[in-house]
Every structure is written in structure tokens, then in C-alpha cells.
């Protein structure tokens, strides 16, 4: 596609529920991260993939949090047991990769995450 | 490890007049650092970015910032704002010679820019 697509826009659950969330970055980009933002606390780096390197982990908060990139693409966050303060927008972006390129992300526009 | 902040969460400016966004960083290295904006329900655009050179850099819409790294700042600018600049700036600082973890981008907290008529 011609941007970075993440689905769905809008998710409400109940606490205690799982979830999962989509990412298809932009074709041919071979990094991929999701950030987590929520009110006043700027972007929270979650995780990173890098082809097919083993991904970058240091941001989940917790063992509810994973994360995996099928093929090299498209890639699901999930969330399980769900808590009310995971509520934020959880965003995806892409890049070509930092070996032939110096950082430019391409975000998707977020999954909105609400627990009630 | 890397850091960024943004002391303003907010800056008000009247239109036409010339808005500066602050941000300071702390990296080991020597910083590879971006503007990212962010408009009413939408996702992250990136606007400009510091890599080497220069250090005055320009971007899109007429934003530009530049790199002191005496003060370690990279503050944004614009000589004359408009009502449609109106939105959430984030500014972002990578450390190339990290490998492995150093690949992510660390981002400030961010700061609104409200700008009136």
C-alpha cells in the first residue's frame, strides 16, 4: 500500500480480554516498530523489528505485551489480560532500515485502545 | 541511554509572528535528531532531521531547526506561523553508535503549538 495501514482504528474491550492489533507497513520496508501513546506521556517505544534479526523487546512494560512480524511484513501486537491503563493509541511505523537510511519513520495513523 | 526532552507543553503564538519549539537531548554519541508533527487525528509526519553537516537544517510547510551542540539542543523554527501549523510537535533523537537497541527512535514528550489570529 502507499502508507503504513493499522487495524483496527478503534478498539473498545472489556478488562480481562485480549486483544490484537495490525500493522502492514509500507511494502518494502524492512524495519517496523510500535510506539504506544497516551495522554501526556508522549511515545512509548514498544518494540522494534528489524528483518530478520531478533526483534528489540525493551519497551514491552509487560508479559502481557508480544509482539510478532510474519514473512517480513505485516505485523500483530497483542495484548492479553487487558488492563485499563493499556488504553492508548498504540501507532506502527516503518522504515527502510537503518542501514541505508538514517531514520525517517512512517507512521500509520493508530489503533485506539479502550478498556473499560 | 537516550533522552529528549521538551520543556514547553504547550506554546501559544499569534499568527505571522515567529514560534520556536525547544528541545534539548542527551545521547552518548554523536545524535542523529528528528521533528515529527502531528496533526488532530492523524499519525506522525516527519518534518525535518539533524544528521551531519550543516547545522541549520530545513524542512517542510518552512520549518527549520537547528543543531547546537554545545547546548545540546535542536530547537524548531519558523520566521512567520500560520493558524494551520496548529498541532502536536514531537521532537526525536537516535544514537548511531549504539547498535543493536540503539535502532529506535526516542521521542520527547511533546508540545502543542496553538497558533491564533
Known amino acids: 500500500g502507499a502508507g503504513v495501514s493499522q487495524s483496527p482504528s478503534n478498539k473498545v474491550t472489556e478488562k480481562g480480554k485480549d486483544v490484537e492489533l495490525r500493522c502492514d507497513p509500507i511494502s518494502g520496508h524492512t524495519a517496523l516498530y510500535w510506539y504506544r501513546q497516551s495522554l501526556g506521556q508522549g511515545l512509548e517505544f514498544l518494540i522494534y523489528?528489524?528483518?530478520?534479526?531478533?526483534?528489540?523487546k525493551s519497551g514491552l512494560p509487560s508479559d502481557r505485551f508480544s509482539a510478532e512480524r510474519t514473512g517480513g511484513s505485516v505485523s500483530t501486537l497483542t495484548i492479553q489480560r487487558t488492563q485499563q491503563e493499556d488504553s492508548a493509541v498504540y501507532l506502527c511505523?516503518?522504515?527502510?532500515?537503518?542501514?541505508?537510511?538514517?531514520?525517517?519513520?512512517?507512521f500509520g495513523e493508530g489503533s485506539r485502545l479502550t478498556v473499560l | 541511554a537516550q533522552s529528549v526532552a521538551q520543556p514547553e507543553d504547550q506554546v501559544n503564538v499569534a499568527e505571522g509572528n515567529p514560534l520556536t519549539v525547544k528541545c534539548t537531548y542527551s545521547?552518548?554519541?554523536?545524535?542523529?535528531l528528528f521533528w515529527y508533527v502531528q496533526y488532530p487525528n492523524r499519525g506522525l509526519q516527519f518534518l525535518l532531521k539533524?544528521?551531519?553537516?550543516?547545522?541549520l537544517v530545513k524542512g517542510s510547510y518552512g520549518f527549520e531547526a537547528e543543531f547546537n551542540k554545545s547546548q545540546t539542543s535542536f530547537h524548531l523554527k519558523k520566521p512567520s506561523a500560520l493558524v494551520s501549523d496548529s498541532a502536536l510537535y514531537f521532537c526525536a533523537v537516535r544514537d548511531p553508535s549504539r547498535t543493536g537497541g540503539g535502532n529506535k527512535l526516542t521521542f520527547g514528550t511533546g508540545t502543542q503549538l496553538k497558533v491564533e489570529l
Open positions: 539533524y544528521i551531519t553537516g550543516d547545522n
Open positions: 545521547v552518548s554519541g554523536n545524535p542523529y
Open positions: 523489528f528489524q528483518g530478520n534479526s531478533a526483534p528489540d
Open positions: 511505523a516503518s522504515s527502510l532500515g537503518w542501514g541505508g537510511n538514517t531514520g525517517e519513520l512512517f
